[in-house]
């Protein structure tokens, strides 16, 4: 079963500071990974995308990426109260046909403190 | 620049009856994919297209069905519906498998 964990909160965070929210993933070959934002009754939003290992930055945002570790994970920067939200990772995994489509994690509820 | 457009936003079925969703892409972009969204399993992937061709499908009943145009709209079909069929359906645009995907604002079905 391929899978895409993520820690589910509430993650609480103080208005200005930093939120560090983590992904890890089951399938080796996956090559490409999403992080979308959701509000509540909305769709989710692509923030950012990231597809080699390292640091990728827009903005007040950072995902990182760790094959080895089959990890990835988003840094928001100067957090304001509008981030408060449900934080999806999305990993395309692979099977033998191919690409299976985006696998989600059930997202970490984030909470900005004013 | 349009974004993905959903229609209908809001449906009540009986169960028993089908259901089409609509789904327009990103001007330009050829892919399409379908996601549920439930309270209890999260986001899951229904299916792909890609010029009018499926690529890919999870694992859901054959009751699931879709298909893709020649311009890139595509429909999803849901037949004899069951109450679990209560969701928010998803569509995702994209240039191609592997890249950014964009989500439309989705249909809320719900089947009573």
């Known amino acids: 079963q391929k899978e895409v964990e993520q820690n589910s909160g509430p993650l609480s965070v103080p208005e200005g500071a930093i939120a560090s929210l983590n992904c890890t993933y089951s399938d080796r070959v996956s090559q490409s990974f999403f992080w979308y934002r959701q509000y509540s009754g909305k769709s989710p939003e692509l923030i950012m995308s990231?597809?080699?290992?390292g640091d990728k930055e827009d903005g007040r945002f950072t995902a990182q990426l760790n094959k080895a570790s089959q990890y990835v994970s988003l840094l928001i920067r100067d957090s304001q109260p509008s981030d408060s939200a449900t934080y999806l990772c999305a990993v395309l995994m692979y099977s033998g046909g191919g690409a299976d489509g985006l696998t989600f994690g059930k997202g970490t509820h984030l909470i900005i403190q004013p | 620049k349009a974004g993905v457009t959903q229609t209908p936003r809001y449906l009540i079925k009986t169960r028993g009856q089908q259901v089409t969703l609509s789904c327009s892409p990103i001007?330009?972009?050829?892919?399409v994919s379908w996601y549920q969204q439930t309270p209890g399993q999260g986001l899951q992937f229904l299916f792909e297209y890609f010029s009018e061709t499926q690529r890919n499908k999870g694992n859901f009943p054959g009751r699931f069905s879709g298909r893709q145009f020649s311009n890139s709209r595509s429909e999803m079909n849901v037949s004899t519906l069951e109450l679990g069929d209560s969701a928010l359906y998803l569509c995702?645009?994209?240039?191609?498998?592997?890249?950014?995907?964009?989500f439309g604002q989705g249909t809320r079905l719900t089947v009573v």
């Open positions: 001007s330009g972009h050829r892919s």
């Open positions: 995702a645009s994209s240039a191609g498998t592997g890249v950014e995907a964009f």
């Open positions: 990231i597809y080699s290992n």
